[in-house]
């Protein structure tokens, strides 16, 4: 016999479903989640999934990407040497390779040194490549993989990402790990498809989640000035820690952060740090400007007044 459920979350503006559904046979998350949300249509907000929020250290990352020039990232580190940072979160810049070099000699040691890609394996005859161990060597932390100008500009693919976090975790470097849908997938309610295949990924390559930092970053907000509201961001991030409590285990969910990423600035970091699911930012443009990224680094100290 079937049973009903009048189980029916709704993610604003992600998917869309009914309001009761029958379903004749127990699913996986992933089913759960994709047959009750498909049609559904409300602009009404809502705690779309149950937060089972990290109790863990605060993760602010800057990317740099391909930006700066030795006399820009002098005074870059200049400013972020000075800059008063709360305690008690954990701060990673991500210079261009050529210049990490130069930001480890004369960067204060409160923050660590990330690489923005490294290679699938060792290193060898691979043109073009940095290895981890290159990285280390550097006196890397941690390194950023899956980003979407990875994935969508110079085509790196689920798996392939998978296989370079592996790699990258079993020799000792943290990883930050991308995940984000494109507008178009939004549109198409598509979101937590997009998002639940990529961790997908991640999860059947890496042998352990305890150095990996999860970074929702969007596509369409990642250098465009939009940014998703404090709302559309918790409720990626509720969804895709409840997604580990089903698919990895309840430790790994309430342990791993998952930071958010898009068009983070100076002027919304505060609300965004307010949100339960949200441990932190994956920073762009604003990385490049040391006090504004120094504003982003303490508003922590939202997230606390919000506990």
């Known amino acids: 016999m079937a049973m009903v459920s009048t189980y029916c979350p709704q993610f604003t503006g992600l998917r869309r479903s009914c309001s009761k559904l ?29 937060a089972m929020a990290s109790n863990n250290k605060f993760f602010v990352g800057g990317n740099w990407k391909c930006n700066g020039t030795k006399d820009s990232i002098t005074k870059l580190v200049s400013d972020l040497n000075s800059a008063k940072l709360e305690a008690d979160v954990d701060v990673v810049v991500s210079p261009p390779f050529v210049y ?34 290159q990285l280390k060597d550097l006196g890397c932390k941690w390194v950023i993989l899956g980003h979407s100008e990875r994935r969508h500009v110079i085509g790196e693919d689920d798996q392939f990402i998978g296989k370079k976090a592996a790699y990258a975790l079993s020799e000792g470097l943290g990883v930050i790990a991308c995940i ?33 930092v999860i ?55 505060a609300e965004l740090a307010k949100q339960e699911d949200i441990d932190g930012f994956l920073v762009g443009g604003a990385s490049l ?13 939202s997230k606390k007044v919000a506990a």
């Not at 930001?103 to 490549?129: C, H, P, Y």
């Not at 990529?198 to 390559?205: G, I, N, R, Y």
């Not at 400007?289 to 100290?301: C, D, L, Q, R, W």
């Open 22 to 50: 029958e379903t004749s046979s127990p699913q996986s998350f992933s089913q759960h989640v994709t047959s009750h949300l498909r049609l559904f249509s409300s602009n009404k907000p809502s705690r779309s999934v149950v």
């Open 100 to 133: 990490i070099d130069q930001v480890k000699n004369s960067l204060t040691d409160r923050i660590e040194i990330s690489a923005q890609n490294s290679w699938v394996g060792k290193g060898g005859a691979f043109t073009g490549e940095i290895s981890v161990e």
């Open 180 to 212: 984000g849908e494109k507008l178009e997938e939004r549109e198409e309610g598509k979101t937590f498809d997009v998002c639940f295949k990529q961790l997908k990924a991640f999860a059947d390559a890496v042998p352990s989640w305890e150095n990996i």
């Open 215 to 269: 970074a929702y970053e969007p596509v369409w907000a990642i250098g465009t000035g939009k940014v998703a509201t404090p709302l559309q961001a918790q409720e990626v991030h509720a969804a895709v820690r409840d997604w580990l409590k089903t698919n990895v285990s309840a430790d790994v969910a309430s342990a791993t952060r998952i930071i958010y990423g898009g068009s983070v600035n100076g002027g919304n970091c």
């Open 289 to 301: 400007k040391g006090p504004e990224f120094a504003t982003i680094v303490n508003s922590v100290t």
